[in-house]
């Protein structure tokens, strides 16, 4: 059993920041990317930043210079860090995980989401 479990969510004002977490437990062997998505009301899911295991990072360019994705490999735990917010961030965002488990199976993994409100 594998879970991935994110944190850090809540309502912000315009311009505002904050941390979102997301930490994986469970039968792992090796984690390969993780990263976040997002899905507005009404809209798809997006990517909006990712990162491999050597750190080579990748971000939407409506979140650039604004968002930064970390890791730390320690604790199994990625990191976004969301500076100057917007109300278009507003969305439920998603942590995912390329992870290999104990069974050497290689699979794709999903948080539950936590909610980011910014308010104008």
């Known amino acids: 059993q594998v879970q991935l479990v994110e944190s850090g969510g809540g309502l912000v004002q315009a311009g505002g920041s904050l941390r979102l977490s997301c930490a994986a437990s469970?039968?792992?062997?090796?984690?390969?990317?993780m990263g976040w998505y997002r899905q507005a009301p009404g809209k798809q899911l997006e990517l909006v930043a990712a990162i491999t295991n050597v750190v080579r990072t990748n971000y939407a360019d409506s979140v650039k210079d604004r968002f930064t994705i970390f890791r730390d490999n320690a604790k199994n735990t990625v990191y976004l860090k969301m500076n100057r917010l917007k109300p278009e961030d507003t969305a439920d965002y998603y942590c995912?995980?390329?992870?290999?488990?104990?069974?050497?199976?290689?699979?794709?993994?999903w948080g539950k989401g936590t909610l980011v409100t910014v308010s104008s």
């Open positions: 469970g039968s792992i062997l090796s984690i390969n990317a």
């Open positions: 995912n995980s390329y992870m290999e488990t104990r069974d050497y199976v290689y699979m794709n993994y």
